[in-house]
């Protein structure tokens, strides 16, 4: 499975922008995955941002509840992660993921761990 992130850049803070990810590879199984996004900072440790499950059951880190919305569009092969209201603290390299293993009762996971492939990430950069 590849996956390939896109979407990021510059933007003022309390402006919105649109991570795509898209994937190939095993995609043809792509509705039987969760999917997360995660973002790391320079000099921190990866995080988790949100998620969506088989289900579409999404689960979010609580710095970005109310603000980022994570969907899927499995026709398209694809998972979104809207970001509105951006603060400087957004700034972060941004990845998406896939957990290939899972079965429908598997719930968004917060853990890298969980996680079997991984996109190469896009940057974001949030100037206040």
Do not use: H
Not at 37 to 57: H, L, N, T, Y
Not at 63 to 80: E, I, L, Q
Request: aromatic letters at 10%; proline letters at 2%; glycine letters at 12%.
């Amino acid at each position: 499975v590849q996956l390939q992130a896109s979407g990021g850049g510059l933007v003022q803070a309390g402006g919105s922008l649109r991570l795509s990810c898209a994937a190939s590879g095993r995609a043809a199984s792509f509705s039987r995955y969760v999917m997360g996004w995660f973002r790391q900072a320079p000099g921190k440790e990866r995080e988790f941002v949100g998620g969506i499950s088989r289900s579409a059951d999404t689960r979010y880190a609580e710095s970005v509840k109310g603000r980022f919305t994570v969907s899927r569009d499995n026709a398209k092969k694809m998972v979104y992660l809207q970001m509105n209201s951006l603060k400087p603290a957004d700034t972060a390299v941004y990845y998406c993921a896939a957990d290939v293993t899972a079965i429908l009762t598997t719930p968004v996971g917060d853990a890298t761990g969980q996680y079997d492939y991984w996109g190469q990430g896009t940057q974001v950069t949030v100037s206040s």
